[in-house]
């Protein structure tokens, strides 16, 4: 091992995904069950999911499915849109998600800011962020994805 890497388990890239964004609804309970409930009606596996809420109290719902269903994702999303007074449903196509794993992450500080050091030092940019106690998981740009998982090779030390 290298000085100074940190182990992980590994890392797992999904790439041709289409990031879907239901922005500025008012937040409120309901609000991403009404979202999520309207994909599964149309039979759409939703990959990943981020909420924020901003100093508005509005709700800003980031996810990703398959680049095939983003239409769907989208029309799917645009029916509910007056029920759940979203300001805009945004959808960019070729996503990737890169995540790193390791089973000991939650002990570990600095795991998530070696992830986007990574990606940073290599100048990708991303657009959405999820973590676990075991994962770390990037939205970035599906062109950008072979050198993601160079940029974390180079960082972490992997099986």
């Given at each position: 091992?290298?000085?100074?890497?940190?182990?992980a388990g590994g890392i797992i890239r999904n790439q041709n995904l289409a990031r879907i964004g239901v922005m500025s609804a008012p937040d409120r309970p309901g609000l991403?069950?009404?979202?999520?409930?309207?994909?599964?009606?149309?039979?759409?596996?939703?990959?990943?999911?981020?909420?924020?809420?901003?100093?508005?109290?509005?709700?800003?719902?980031?996810?990703?499915?398959?680049?095939?269903?983003?239409q769907g994702a989208v029309a799917a999303l645009e029916q509910v849109r007056p029920?759940?007074?979203?300001?805009?449903?945004?959808?960019?196509?070729?996503?990737?998600?890169?995540?790193?794993?390791?089973?000991?992450?939650?002990?570990?500080?600095?795991?998530?800011?070696?992830?986007?050091?990574?990606?940073?030092?290599?100048?990708?940019?991303?657009?959405?962020?999820?973590?676990?106690?075991?994962?770390?998981?990037?939205?970035?740009?599906?062109?950008?994805?072979?050198?993601?998982?160079?940029?974390?090779?180079?960082?972490?030390?992997?099986?």
């Open positions: 091992m290298e000085k100074g890497k940190i182990k991403s069950s009404l979202v999520l409930n309207a994909l599964a009606a149309r039979g759409i596996n939703v990959e990943f999911i981020v909420q924020c809420v901003d100093l508005t109290d509005h709700s800003h719902i980031i996810l990703c499915v398959k680049d095939e269903d983003m029920q759940v007074g979203a300001g805009a449903i945004t959808s960019t196509p070729g996503i990737a998600l890169i995540s790193v794993f390791g089973p000991d992450f939650r002990e570990r500080p600095a795991i998530a800011a070696g992830v986007f050091e990574a990606l940073a030092k290599v100048g990708i940019n991303i657009q959405a962020i999820s973590t676990s106690i075991s994962t770390v998981s990037c939205l970035i740009e599906g062109a950008r994805a072979d050198d993601a998982v160079v940029a974390l090779r180079e960082y972490f030390e992997l099986p």
